[in-house]
C-alpha cells in the first residue's frame, strides 16, 4: 500500500528538485548524507522578508530546523514510494511546471522593463481620457414601489425637506445620512441614474421614478465639479505595473496563438 503524505510536502519536494535552479553555496545541514544547500534558505528567508518577517537569528534557525524538517520527509517518502503515486507525481509536475512559469515570465519582465516613455504615453491617455470628466454630488432615496417614489416626489413638491424623506428610503446607509452620496462620475451608477443624474440642475430633483435593478430612485442633484487628474508622480507606479501585466499578457497570447491546443 502506498503511503500518502500532505500535498504540502509534494509541494516542497518540487522545490527542492528545482535545485539547479539555486547557485552552489554551503551547505547548512547534511542529512543522511544529503547535503541541503544554503541557497535553499535564502530562497524561504526571501519570501519570509516578502511577508513583512524581520531577518533575525531566531528565524533563520526555525527555516533551517524546516529544511531538515523537509528532507527527512522527502528521504522516508521517497523509500515508502511517495513520489511513484501518480497523484503525488503530477503534483510534482505540477509545481515544477508552475515554478518554471514564474521564472520565465520573471526573466522577460527583467529584459524588456517598462520604459520612462512608454509610462509618459500612457499617462497622456489617461489624460485625454479624463479631461472633460465630471462629477457628481447627489442624495437618492430609494425605494421598492413606483407608487412609494411618486408619493416621495409629490411631498417634495409640497415643501418636505428632502433629508427627512430619505429615512424612507431601502438603502439604510443612505437613510442615516439623508440620502447623501460621495462624489462619483456618473458612469459609476446605473445608466437609467446616471442619465437622470446629468440632466438635473444643481438643487433640482427628478420629477418622475427613475427605475434601476435596485428598485425606484429620486435623486437631488447638489454640485457638480471636473475630475481631479493624478499628477503623473501620483500615478506613475499604476502605470509601470499595468503596462508591465499588458506586455507580459502579450507573451502568453503570443505563445497560445503560435501552439497547438485540442
Known amino acids: 500500500m502506498t ?6 510536502i509534494a509541494a516542497l519536494l ?3 528538485m528545482l535545485s539547479s535552479a539555486f547557485a552552489a553555496n554551503t551547505d547548512i545541514a547534511v542529512v543522511n548524507g544529503k547535503p541541503i544547500p544554503a541557497s535553499y534558505l535564502d530562497a524561504m528567508l526571501k519570501k519570509q522578508l516578502a511577508r513583512g518577517q524581520q531577518d533575525t ?13 523537509i528532507e527527512l520527509l522527502a528521504q522516508q517518502g521517497a523509500k515508502l514510494g511517495v513520489e511513484k503515486d501518480a497523484e503525488v507525481k503530477g503534483e510534482i509536475d505540477l509545481s515544477r511546471k508552475e515554478i518554471v512559469s514564474r521564472v520565465l515570465l520573471a526573466d522577460i519582465a527583467k529584459k524588456g522593463p517598462v520604459t520612462d516613455a512608454e509610462i509618459n504615453a500612457e ?11 465630471k462629477e457628481y454630488l447627489s442624495h437618492q432615496i430609494l425605494l421598492e414601489k413606483e407608487e412609494e417614489a411618486k408619493d416621495v416626489i409629490a411631498r417634495l413638491r409640497a415643501g418636505e425637506k428632502f433629508e427627512d424623506l430619505a429615512k424612507l428610503s431601502k438603502d439604510s446607509i443612505g ?4 440620502g ?7 458612469e459609476k451608477y446605473p445608466k437609467p441614474y446616471a442619465d437622470a443624474l446629468v440632466g438635473l ?37 499604476n502605470i509601470a505595473k499595468w503596462l508591465a501585466q499588458q506586455k507580459l499578457q502579450a507573451y502568453q497570447l503570443d505563445l497560445e496563438k503560435k501552439a497547438t491546443i485540442r
Open 201 to 237: 440642475r444643481k438643487g433640482q430633483f427628478t420629477e418622475t421614478p427613475v427605475q434601476t435593478q435596485f428598485g425606484y430612485h429620486v435623486i437631488r442633484l447638489d454640485d457638480v465639479r471636473p475630475v481631479k487628474t493624478e499628477t503623473l508622480a501620483e500615478i506613475k507606479p
Open 180 to 186: 447623501e452620496l460621495d462624489w462619483a462620475p456618473a
Open 14 to 16: 518540487a522545490a527542492l
Open 175 to 178: 437613510a442615516k445620512n439623508g
Open 123 to 133: 499617462y497622456e491617455k489617461y489624460k485625454a481620457r479624463t479631461a472633460n470628466l
Open 57 to 69: 537569528p531566531k528565524l533563520r534557525a526555525k527555516l533551517k530546523q524546516q529544511l531538515i524538517d
Open 3 to 8: 503511503v500518502q503524505f500532505p500535498r504540502l
